[in-house]
């Protein structure tokens, strides 16, 4: 069993739906938790950075911690196209730096 | 906001030479940097953790021969990947440590011939 689990889509939804992406984990251990969103050839870029259970609001993003479920989620609202991307979860323990991804999940919005 | 840079963006090279990626923490220091490999359509694999005045540490599977890492400064990891094969055609993508989160390289491109 994987660390963490992603659904890889891919995803496809009308502009201006909501979209859900979700992660499991299995290590008792992660504290911090990170959603990434990464456009075709370029590096990762940090979207939102949850510590505890609860919900995490910036703009359009919701994310979404149940550290008892070992579920997280990512909200977005009013999609547009330029939200096309694949969206990476991590997340790690409080003793390392290493992150553990998710195997990402490939969302396209369409006009 | 904290920028890490990448250089080449992208490199070809022939199989059997050595190519050298350099990743920069432009705006702050970063003692811990990571090194990640991507295949097309799969996420990050972690490849090593290169510490500012250590040797690097490598995750299991990773030669540490052959994807030589060295952190000289603050500010800048290399790897190197030497004596190239086409099996090692790949996303290569670094990251530094700080302000308590990971910022991430644009990425490099590598082609091998």
């Known amino acids: 069993q994987k660390e963490v689990e992603q659904d890889p889509g891919p995803l496809s939804v009308p502009e201006g739906a909501i979209v859900s992406l979700n992660c499991t984990y299995s290590n008792s251990a992660f504290q911090y938790f990170m959603w990434y969103r990464q456009y075709s050839r370029k590096g990762p870029e940090l979207l939102m950075y949850?510590?505890?259970?609860g919900n995490k609001e910036d703009g359009r993003f919701t994310a979404q911690v149940d550290k008892s479920s070992k579920y997280i989620s990512l909200f977005i609202r009013d999609s547009q196209p330029s939200d096309s991307a694949t969206y990476l979860c991590a997340m790690r323990n409080g003793a390392t730096n290493k992150l553990i991804f998710g195997t990402g999940t490939l969302l396209a919005v369409q006009p | 906001g904290a920028v890490v840079s990448q250089h080449p963006s992208w490199v070809i090279c022939k199989s059997g030479t050595s190519v050298k990626i350099e990743c920069r923490s432009l705006d702050f220091q970063a003692t811990t940097m990571f090194w990640y490999r991507q295949f097309p359509k799969q996420s990050l694999m972690l490849m090593a953790t290169?510490?500012?005045?250590?040797?690097?540490?490598?995750e299991q599977g990773v030669e540490k021969d052959k994807f030589l890492i060295n952190h000289a400064s603050l500010t800048l990891s290399t790897l190197t990947v030497t004596s190239a094969h086409p099996e090692d055609s790949s996303f290569y993508i670094c990251?530094?440590?700080?302000?308590?989160?990971?910022?991430f390289g644009p990425g490099t491109r590598l082609t091998v011939l």
């Open positions: 990251s530094a440590v700080g302000y308590n989160e990971q910022f």
């Open positions: 290169s510490n500012e005045g250590s040797k690097a540490t490598y």
């Open positions: 949850t510590y505890s259970s």
